[in-house]
């Protein structure tokens, strides 16, 4: 059977218009905002008008930070499946947009207005009802807090029903919240029992300005400094109760299922952000090399070249391993293909990747590559956030241990 790795025809004009994206907008301001971090990128406001014209018009639809999950559910089974709201392509769209804008910059990306993973949980377990008063609104996804990051059954905000009031009463702290204080609704997962442990965790959308709230500071950080991460303590905050995402039911069969179906669609996306970055890493340093007479040429082996160009050589097909395994997670995600392992093995492959490689090529570009000339040193602090969060590295080679041997997180932790 003959394997077509070539960008499908229908998503060329996305990835070219992603593409311009990065160079004119991203690029323009990476160092900007690197060096400003916490203000926001207004340049991004202008940006979220002219993405929703094109969405608007099916031009571009799925390549914004979506992206990071706007429209796309992964059709596992989840009820965005059920309702037919999966496009086929969609998750590959949103992948190849993704790779694209992050090539540009991934902090920028991630503080994209109207989008963020809050999303994702949206389109994967909202009803019809639910989709319309949020599809396309920021929101951000507040899962870890100071006890419970890896581990996120262990997490204690509680949701009590309030018999009264007919509404949740969260009381907890959530931290690490990307797009937290700029996002306009925060998707906060907590326990409805923490007695049933994690088939009673749910999530629940809060809006930002909901008095029960409270932003307790933002993060400096190594690198996405464009992006804002943000720390809450919820107190008595009050949530109506259409506002829980999927089933109120604690079904101890199902477990953690609902929730935990989001991150089937978007770990690969994490991974295409990873590839998207050691992308540009590989083009800036082959220039630099180009630059310094090296010449890199495929068509020699490798022990018959200079060292720079046989180890720039060796990157690419490491990057290209990651970037194959990423489009096939994708592409199951879209096929209604269970995906989680393949969603894992891809975001391991690829968030480890992206940090070698960047690393590597500061190495390579020398001093060059170390000074603030340059945007090598900061995509190399960027892209270990890839590797980090929505699952680290070696969280994700735990579930891929556990799929392939069928052990349970019990058995196996
Ligand atoms: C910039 C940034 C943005 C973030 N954005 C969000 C967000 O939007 N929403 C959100 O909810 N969270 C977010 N996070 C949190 C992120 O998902 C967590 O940091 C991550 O899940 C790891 O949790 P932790 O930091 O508590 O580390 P820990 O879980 O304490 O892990 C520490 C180390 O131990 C390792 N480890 C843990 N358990 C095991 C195990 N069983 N076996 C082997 N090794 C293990 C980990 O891999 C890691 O190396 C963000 C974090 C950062 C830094």
Not at 153 to 177: H, M, P, S
Not at 215 to 222: A, G
Not at 261 to 268: A, I, K, L
Not at 298 to 317: G, K, T, V
Request: glycine share 10%; net charge negative.
């Amino acid at each position: 059977m003959a394997i077509n790795l070539e960008v499908p025809r229908k998503f060329e004009q996305l990835v070219d218009q992603a593409h311009t994206v990065a160079v004119e907008i991203f690029r323009r301001n990476s160092r900007k905002y690197d060096l400003a971090e916490h203000t926001y990128p207004k340049e991004l406001d202008m940006l979220a008008a002219i993405l929703d014209g094109m969405n608007e018009g099916g031009g571009m639809s799925g390549a914004g930070a979506g992206t990071v999950g706007s429209g796309a559910s992964s059709g596992n089974g989840t009820s965005g499946a059920e309702r037919g709201g999966n496009r086929n392509g969609s998750n590959m769209a949103s992948l190849l947009g993704l790779v694209e804008l992050c090539w540009g910059d991934v902090g920028l990306l991630l503080t994209m207005p109207r989008q963020g993973l809050g999303q994702a949980a949206i389109a994967a377990v909202a009803g019809e009802e639910q989709l319309q008063r949020f599809g396309g609104k920021w929101a951000a996804m507040a899962i870890t807090e100071p006890e419970a990051g890896s581990d996120s059954a262990a997490i204690r905000t509680t949701a009590r029903w309030d018999d009264d009031e007919q509404e949740y009463v969260l009381n907890g702290e959530k931290i690490f919240v990307t797009s937290g204080d700029r996002a306009e609704l925060i998707v906060v997962w907590a326990s409805l029992d923490p007695s049933q442990g994690r088939a009673a965790i749910k999530s629940f959308v809060v809006e930002r300005d909901n008095p029960g709230l409270k932003l307790d500071r933002l993060e400096h950080k190594l690198g996405i400094r464009a992006s804002d991460t943000a720390n809450f303590v919820l107190t008595d905050c009050r949530v109506p109760r259409e506002n829980l995402l999927g089933s109120p039911e604690i079904d101890s069969k199902r477990g953690f299922g609902g929730v935990m179906q989001t991150f089937d669609n978007t770990r690969p996306l994490v991974a295409g952000m990873a590839i998207g970055v050691a992308r540009a890493c590989l083009d800036r340093t082959r220039e630099l090399l180009g630059e310094a007479g090296v010449e890199v040429d495929y068509d020699r082996p490798l022990h018959s070249q200079p060292a720079a160009a046989a180890e720039y050589i060796s990157m690419e097909s490491d990057l290209e391993a990651a970037r194959l395994l990423t489009l096939r997670a994708a592409w199951m995600a879209d096929n209604r293909k269970p995906n989680s392992l393949q969603a894992s093995m891809a975001k391991a492959k690829a968030g480890r990747t992206g940090t070698d490689i960047a690393l590597r090529c500061v190495a390579l570009a020398g001093s060059i590559g170390y000074g603030e000339g340059e945007l090598l040193e900061k995509w190399a602090r960027d892209v270990k956030i890839l590797d980090i969060f929505e699952g680290t590295q070696q969280i994700q080679l735990l579930i891929v241990a556990r799929l392939l041997l069928g052990k349970t997180s019990a058995e196996l932790k």
